[in-house]
């Protein structure tokens, strides 16, 4: 069994910053890709970033220069540094991965997302 535990959404005014985290636990052995996508009222999940396990990334290009995505590999978690929101990065933000289970058997994985809101 694997948990994934979302932190950080909130409030935010145009220009501001926030960290989202999203930490796994449970029968881990290993983790593999880890990534954050959002959902818009009324739009489809898109991709917003995303890391493998050597550190490499991967943007959308509406964030890009914007957002950071890094990860601790010995803490399971990955993290979302947005600076510079814009009203239109409003959504539900869900942390994504793809896990080895001690049983090692290979499942992706959702968190239950955390509201991110862009207003003044």
């Known amino acids: 069994q694997v948990q994934l535990v979302e932190s950080g959404g909130g409030l935010v005014q145009p220009g501001g910053s926030l960290r989202l985290s999203c930490a796994a636990s449970?029968?881990?052995?290993?983790?593999?890709?880890m990534g954050w996508y959002r959902q818009a009222p009324g739009k489809q999940r898109e991709l917003v970033a995303t890391?493998?396990?050597?550190?490499?990334?991967n943007y959308a290009d509406s964030v890009k220069g914007r957002f950071t995505i890094s990860r601790d590999n010995a803490k399971n978690t990955v993290y979302l540094q947005m600076n510079s929101l814009k009203p239109e990065d409003t959504a539900v933000y869900y942390c994504?991965?793809?896990?080895?289970?001690?049983?090692?058997?290979?499942?992706?994985?959702w968190g239950q997302g955390t509201q991110v809101t862009v207003s003044s």
């Open positions: 890391i493998t396990r050597g550190g490499s990334t």
């Open positions: 994504n991965t793809d896990i080895w289970s001690r049983d090692f058997s290979y499942s992706n994985y």
């Open positions: 449970g029968s881990i052995f290993s983790i593999d890709t």
